[in-house]
């Protein structure tokens, strides 16, 4: 039987070296391919451009993040595409009014001068990355790259899109295919609660949480979040 593909998305100031360890350890069984997250400010928007560039027929979908709000969109709109669903580091809840003002603050900052992107920025660091891995110059220069090679314009559109997302959490109960939830222990961004939630909500889902892990679970655990991946993969193509 052949191998289900995979369609991955990435989050918020990510591009596909979020998903690079995963990729790289499941494509040797299956096409991945990981959409662009950055050229829409709406998550249909993102969904829909995702779709339009998806492998051909079903396909496993993982979203990691403002990935996750994606995924769940495009299972909206294309629910009989979507073999399997793997839900990252993320959440069915839209933004808190607390949030919004956060985002709003940022973007603010990032227009008035783009000298002070940077800054934004290395200010998620203490946020999305476990507190032990402050001092890990690869996974703190690989987050700072993707959000430089991202820009401003692509950070302003993906804020815009986070600000005004859908409420999914009708949308778990309806999930029919096999799913997996993974969330690290210490996540700030998206707590282990809203992972817990969703496990809970959607019929037969397993949550897998990795221990002594922030928000940034795909770099910072990579080997961990392949093998949740990998079972999860297994048994989509078994049941497909």
Request: proline letters at 6%.
């Given at each position: 039987m052949t191998a289900l593909p995979l369609l991955a998305i990435p989050g918020?100031?990510?591009?596909?070296?979020?998903?690079?360890?995963?990729?790289?350890?499941?494509?040797?069984?299956?096409?991945?391919?990981?959409?662009?997250?950055?050229?829409?400010?709406?998550?249909?928007?993102?969904?829909?451009?995702?779709?339009?560039?998806?492998?051909?027929?079903?396909?496993?979908?993982?979203?990691?993040?403002?990935?996750?709000?994606?995924?769940?969109?495009?299972?909206?709109?294309?629910?009989?595409?979507?073999?399997?669903?793997?839900?990252?580091?993320?959440?069915?809840?839209?933004?808190?009014?607390?949030?919004?003002?956060?985002?709003?603050?940022?973007?603010?900052?990032?227009?008035?001068?783009?000298?002070?992107?940077?800054?934004?920025?290395?200010?998620?660091?203490?946020?999305v990355v476990h507190a032990s891995r402050l001092d890990d110059a690869v996974l703190i220069d690989l987050f700072l790259a993707m959000a430089r090679d991202v820009g401003i314009d692509g950070f302003v559109r993906q804020q815009h899109a986070a600000m005004s997302r859908p409420d999914s959490r009708p949308t778990l109960p309806t999930i029919q295919c096999p799913t997996v939830v993974v969330c690290g222990r210490d996540d700030q961004i998206t707590p282990l609660e809203l992972s817990e939630e969703m496990a809970s909500t959607i019929p037969n889902a397993r949550l897998v949480v990795i221990e002594r892990c922030g928000h940034m679970s795909t770099l910072e655990r990579p080997k961990e979040v392949t093998a949740a991946l990998a079972e999860w993969l297994a048994l989509a193509d078994a049941t497909r």
């Open positions: 918020l100031m990510n591009d596909a070296r979020v998903w690079r360890p995963q990729a790289d350890a499941l494509s040797p069984q299956r096409r991945v391919h990981v959409a662009d997250s950055t050229r829409h400010e709406t998550i249909r928007d993102i969904a829909a451009d995702a779709l339009e560039h998806a492998p051909e027929g079903r396909f496993a979908l993982a979203g990691f993040s403002l990935g996750g709000y994606v995924a769940l969109e495009i299972l909206r709109q294309a629910r009989e595409r979507v073999a399997a669903l793997a839900l990252v580091d993320t959440g069915p809840r839209p933004d808190t009014p607390e949030a919004i003002a956060l985002r709003q603050t940022l973007l603010a900052a990032v227009s008035a001068s783009a000298d002070n992107f940077d800054a934004v920025a290395k200010s998620f660091l203490p946020r």
